[in-house]
């Protein structure tokens, strides 16, 4: 998993020789998801005396400068900004759904929800950077440039075996949480549901000359959804871009001069917002849904994209992440640092799991289908969303906010 340069400054707990473990709660993997756990386990540790490390392969200063855009829901926003929230999230105030060349929309709007935002766009930079800055003024021990090997579990403890260029040690925790991150190819191991959609995804920052400033479009092609996130810059003008479409038509696509990508773009799209004028960042990963089918095995547990990597329709890979953070760590304040506590957590989590994992993987498979029958049927159901209130209101709640209990 990772390695030991400067652990961090705050003083870590049951660290000495004698103790019998050296942390309570070890986390591998130090993006957003177990950045969150780290925070939000140091919080309660006021209290509950939780000892909690941190491991990861990198520095954290190294994704600072990440562009990549990440869509966070308003429910994630409200359990994060107890951490540190960044200052420069876009909100989204309204979602346009709809399928292009086929009737049928449906359009979502903060205001039907009483809600400030329906939820927000920033760069992965800037969220690791703040929930950096929260951990660092926490006990938490932070081992940084540090690898973590492969884990061995007796009956009351796990050991971790960590590397780095200045030490090599086990680790003895009572609680190993993977969080760590990865693309979906590069986690295909283990037992549960796994599905390559056929699809990669292309990625950058566009600008629009004729944009609306905090609405985000999830426009459906026979090719794969495309995806449009607001991201500000001079008159609202910039959004943040996810293509999906076949892995040839990603590579010829990707070789494209600007001019011609856009034009592309613009076809696929249509004119909406006007015509794309530039486009920034471009880079491609490929799609598939890998979901682990137990969150715990013993005193081991997998959250975020280690329980589960999506297809970014809906933007809901990293808010059931939070969310999976976020349950363990209350589980953990109520049983304490135990199997008992897993064994609650996972509980819990079946079925928001279960939900948006199905929701996501039907939306990614049912509006790729290039059938006039399906499409009528598929324009009648976003219309018809619009006529039965409570059916949208219960979608739009499940996406931002998930199932809590």
Known sequence: MNEVAQPSTATPQNTQADAPFDFDVTIVGAGPVGLALAGWLAKRSAT?????????????????????????????RMILEPLRWPGDATAIQRIHVSQRGHFGRTLIDHTEHGLP?????????????????????????????????????????????????????????????????????????????TRDYGQTALVGTVTLSAPQPHVAWERFTSEGPIALLP??????????????????????????PDDAFLAELGAAFGDRMGRFTQIKGRASFPLGLNAVDTLVKGRVVAIGNAAQTLHPVAGQGLNLGLRDAHALVDA????????????????????????????????????????????????????????????????????????RR
Request: charged letters at 20%.
């Open 48 to 76: 509950q005396a939780l000892s909690v490390a941190l491991v990861d392969a990198r520095e954290p200063e190294d994704a600072v400068s990440d562009p990549r855009a990440i869509a966070v829901s308003q429910g994630s």
């Open 231 to 256: 991201t500000g810059g001079v008159r609202g003008a910039d959004y943040a871009l996810v293509w999906c479409c076949s892995p040839e038509e990603a590579a010829r696509r990707a070789q494209l």
């Open 117 to 193: 935002a329906l939820g927000y766009v920033l760069r992965y930079g800037s969220i690791v950077h703040a929930l950096a800055e929260a951990v660092h003024a926490t006990p938490v021990h932070w081992f940084r440039s540090t690898s973590a090997l492969q884990p061995a579990q007796a009956d009351d403890s796990v050991t971790l075996p960590i590397e780095s260029a200045h030490v090599a040690r086990n680790l003895r925790t009572r609680i190993l949480v993977n969080a760590e991150g990865g693309l979906y190819h590069e986690q295909r191991s283990g037992t549960g549901a």
């Open 332 to 403: 953990l304040a109520q049983h304490g640092a135990t199997p008992v506590a897993l064994a609650a957590f996972a509980a819990r989590r079946a079925l928001d799991r279960r939900l948006t994992i199905g929701a996501t993987d039907t939306l990614a498979r049912l509006f790729t289908i290039d059938f006039p029958p399906l499409a009528t049927l598929r324009g009648l159901a976003l219309t018809a969303l619009e006529f039965v209130p409570p059916v949208k209101t219960a979608l739009a709640r499940q996406m931002m906010f998930g199932q």
